[in-house]
Every structure is written in C-alpha cells, then in structure tokens.
C-alpha cells in the first residue's frame, strides 16, 4: 500500500486513477462496450505507473465451509 509516514494514502496515486478514468471517458465517449472501457482504463492505468488487472479470481468461500446461521458474503471488493 502506498501509504506516507503517516499512514495516508500517497496523494499522487489518489490523482492519477481518478485522471486515468476521467482521460479513457472523455477520449472514448459513449457507446461502446464494456470491455473497450475495461481494456482503455487498464491501459492508461499502467501508462500512469499503477499496476492494475481485470476479472481476477479468487477462491470463494462454499457454502459447506460457512457454520449455518451466519451470513456468506454476496460482494467482494
């Protein structure tokens, strides 16, 4: 995490991924599929120095493996 000394988040880096999806919205406009937005804003992303990637999985908890009662979670960010 790019934190300072501290602990806020590095200003720099709260700039430039708002920028980068502003940049690839007003390039591109309106109209095009979701995947030429998602490709477009991965792209600039890294242009601007931010490692970034799309669609990653992840293990997801099963339904067996959480004790009956308790919530299972429907989102993950």
Known sequence: MN?????YFDDAMTERAPG???EVSNTLGAGFLE???QR???HELR?????AAAEVS?????????????PS????A
Request: glycine share 8%.
């Open 20 to 22: 980068a999806i502003f």
């Open 35 to 37: 995947k030429v937005y």
């Open 58 to 70: 992840f293990p997801r908890p099963t339904l067996s493996a959480s004790k009956k009662g308790s």
């Open 40 to 42: 477009a804003l991965l």
């Open 47 to 51: 242009l601007r120095g931010i490692r």
């Open 73 to 76: 979670p429907t989102l993950f």
């Open 3 to 7: 934190t300072d000394e501290r602990g």
